[in-house]
Nanobody, 122 residues
Framework: VQLQASGGGLVQAGGSLKLSCAAV????????MGWFRQAPGKEREFVAG????????FYADSVKGRFTVSRDNGKKTVYLQMNSLKPDDTADYYC????????????????WGRGTLVTVSS
């Protein structure tokens, strides 16, 4: 499956942004889709994930209550709604696909899209 993330941009602290990840491939529904982020000088970290077939979700503690992951199976697209953004949320955001629900390590994801930059100003 091929992935393409979009929707990044510049937003003020406290604002919102919605990222999209479009998938190309016939087996989209077989995967768990995850969102990761990587800030300058830091390791890539897990943000949120969703089971495409059933819609179950899981989140990193740092974004619980602020970010929401969702999907539109008909459009083969996964979304990340980000609210109450903080400067610490500034990073390149990536979407990825994995075989197993609940996985949060980047090594466990098989397919990756190119990142989209989110910058949160204070």
């Amino acid at each position: 499956v091929q992935l393409q993330a979009s929707g990044g941009g510049l937003v003020q602290a406290g604002g919102s942004l919605k990222l999209s990840c479009a998938a190309v491939g016939r087996t989209f529904s077989n995967y768990v889709m995850g969102w990761f982020r990587q800030a300058p000088g830091k390791e890539r970290e897990f943000v949120a994930g969703i089971l495409v077939a059933g819609g179950a979700t899981f989140y990193a503690d740092s974004v619980k209550g602020r970010f929401t992951v969702s999907r539109d199976n008909g459009k083969k697209t996964v979304y990340l709604q980000m609210n109450s953004l903080k400067p610490d949320d500034t990073a390149d955001y990536y979407c990825a696909a994995a075989r197993y629900y609940g996985v949060t390590r980047s090594e466990e994801y098989d397919y990756w899209g190119r990142g989209t930059l989110v910058t949160v100003s204070s």
